[in-house]
């Protein structure tokens, strides 16, 4: 069964602070993508990654970057947190559209990030 | 504009009856069309996928449909319990080489005793 770990189910930062949220997946997926979860929004795309060193902007990339060094492990980074960037943030891993476009997204638990 | 619509936004039942969720969209070129479940602080979880020439499908209570042809999908729960109670988000595959996804803003449902 495949598996998404997302480091912090819970994290608090203050305002100006480098954030770093990690996830690793364990099913040697190529893909992985960055989400932010916020009510009545839905999930927004942050960043997503098709290979290790490799990223691509989603559809609210500002204030944010990513690190993708292993194919495991696809980092997001805050590079200085704002309260509006307090959030749900949801990690996932799937297969590559040539290998299987019928094949789901795997997402983990989520970090919930309150920035004070 | 490629969009997903999911309706009602939220939900309450009581245990034990049936309802429906919609999903419409706009999206094209369309490649296929996922139902996830979300519960509380937990991630999404694939619940079924519709494809193009996929009418229904059923998975123990849940049933989902698709009219490709008026852009519509339903997730139907028959029996309700109250561990159904759950965010449902609906998210469409666009087609293409990209085959970019769209997501909705989820149906809240709730299932009380």
């Known amino acids: 069964d495949v598996k998404v770990t997302q480091s912090s189910r819970y994290l608090v930062k203050r305002t100006g602070e480098k954030v770093f949220l990690e996830c690793v997946q364990d099913?040697?997926?190529?893909?992985m993508f960055w989400y932010r979860q916020d009510p009545g929004l839905g999930l927004r795309l942050i960043y997503f990654s098709y290979d290790v060193k490799m990223k691509e902007k989603g559809d609210i990339p500002e204030g944010y970057s990513v690190s993708r060094e292993k194919k495991e492990r696809f980092s997001l980074i805050l590079e200085s947190a704002s309260t509006n960037q307090t959030s749900m943030y949801l990690c996932a891993s799937s297969m590559p559209l040539s290998r299987g476009g019928n094949q789901p997204q795997h997402f983990g638990d989520g970090t919930r990030l309150s920035i004070l | 504009k490629n969009q997903v619509e999911q309706s009602p936004q939220s939900l309450i039942i009581l245990e034990g009856k049936n309802c429906t969720l919609q999903?419409?969209?706009?999206?094209?070129?369309?490649?296929?069309l996922r139902w996830y479940k979300q519960d509380t602080g937990r991630g999404p979880v694939s619940l079924t996928i519709?494809?193009?020439?996929?009418n229904t499908k059923s998975n123990g209570r849940y049933t989902a449909t698709l009219d490709a042809d008026t852009k519509q999908s339903s997730l139907h729960i028959t029996a309700s319990q109250l561990s159904d109670s759950a965010s449902y988000i609906c998210v469409v595959r666009g087609g293409g080489s990209q085959g970019n996804l769209i997501f909705g803003k989820g149906t809240k449902l709730s299932v009380k005793p």
């Open positions: 099913m040697d997926h190529e893909n």
């Open positions: 999903c419409n969209y706009t999206v094209s070129p369309f490649s296929n």
């Open positions: 519709m494809t193009f020439s996929e």
